[in-house]
């Protein structure tokens, strides 16, 4: 690795999952302004993409002390059509290849200098639980998809579209697009210590399975999602990174058993083998109807008189 990729991974493993700075946690001036810098950035990273300008671009910035609030904020102004086509494009070119050695060296590198880290954070723990295990996780996969990025030699003439992301979520802040250049931060607080990540992340539940070039990149709003197939406490791993990871997660808290959502076809029955005699069924013999004797043949008295029918009887028995 270069001196570049080795001073990233120095900067990157310093991030403090949702643990708010004394300055990012006073919502002041001060923080807000860093915010705008950050933005500015990322409409320089969104005009080297389309080359379309910066001045149809959003100038929103949402800070919010309440989860809920930007989870409403981001359905209000979702990010749109030049954010849709820049995130597309960025996962494209920074997808996981299992032939790019030096990049998959460079991903198990941070994740072996940011393990201690993991082990040592409840909150992190905290909030890998209550995420959605089939999303990437934000402040995993950014930096994942930035190494690759700058190993690759990819954009390298323009400005990166995840440094300011990066940048917002080494603030102990959570970050992501609204709209067409709008930037919203949830400043969680402080004090409130784990319970009250799980609090603010509870209030808003997803039940989604599938990652879309959005979320492959860590820009969704703070949810949880419960039952079966979540509640892991993991690091890294294919899902966290989008497959950048090409190791195992490592797991302090296995998921749930999750429920199968299409079981597959139904399993195919051996053939019946031709060769074999047919069972014979053991039922019980039906009762035969019962019927009435018949009674035996009288001969005729000799004062009865006889017809001719009895006389041509007679004659046939001799």
């Given at each position: ?127 890998v ?71 603010a ?34 690091f ?26 299409n079981?597959?076809p ?45 006389r ?7």
């Open positions: 690795m270069n001196d570049e990729i080795e001073a990233f991974i120095a900067r990157t493993i310093e991030l403090r999952v949702l643990e708010p700075d004394a300055e990012a946690d006073s919502c002041g001036s001060t923080f807000e302004q860093f915010v705008r810098d950050r933005m500015d950035e990322w409409h320089a990273a969104i005009d080297a993409f389309d080359q379309r300008g910066t001045d149809g671009l959003s100038r929103e910035v949402f800070v919010t002390r309440s989860a809920l609030e930007l989870c409403t904020r981001a359905d209000q102004n979702p990010p749109w059509t030049r954010t849709l086509a820049l995130a597309a494009e960025l996962r494209r070119v920074t997808a996981c290849s299992p032939i790019d050695r030096p990049c998959i060296e460079a991903v198990a590198a941070l994740r072996s200098r940011w393990e201690p880290g993991f082990r040592q954070s409840k909150r992190w723990q905290m909030t639980s209550l995420l959605s295990p089939a999303w990437a996780v934000p402040w995993i996969v950014q930096p994942c998809r930035e190494i690759t990025r700058t190993i690759r030699g990819v954009w390298t003439d323009r400005p990166s579209p995840l440094a300011p992301w990066i940048a917002l979520w080494s603030r102990g802040v959570w970050a992501m697009p609204l709209g067409d250049g709008g930037v919203g931060v949830w400043v969680p607080p402080v004090d409130e210590g784990e319970e009250g990540i799980d609090r992340l509870s209030q808003r539940l997803v039940n989604e399975w599938t990652q879309t070039d959005l979320t492959a990149l860590g820009f969704y709003a703070p949810h949880t999602q419960r039952g079966p197939g979540c509640g892991g406490v993991e890294f791993g294919y899902t966290q990174t989008d497959l950048l990871d090409q190791q195992e997660p490592l797991s302090l808290r296995p998921r749930a058993p999750a429920m199968a959502i079981p597959g139904p399993p195919v029955m051996p053939p019946i083998p031709t060769n074999m005699p047919m069972p014979t069924p053991n039922l019980p013999t039906p009762p035969r109807p019962v019927t009435a004797e018949a009674e035996p043949a009288r001969e005729p008295s000799p004062d009865e008189p006889v017809s001719t029918l009895d041509l009887r007679r004659w046939f028995k001799k």
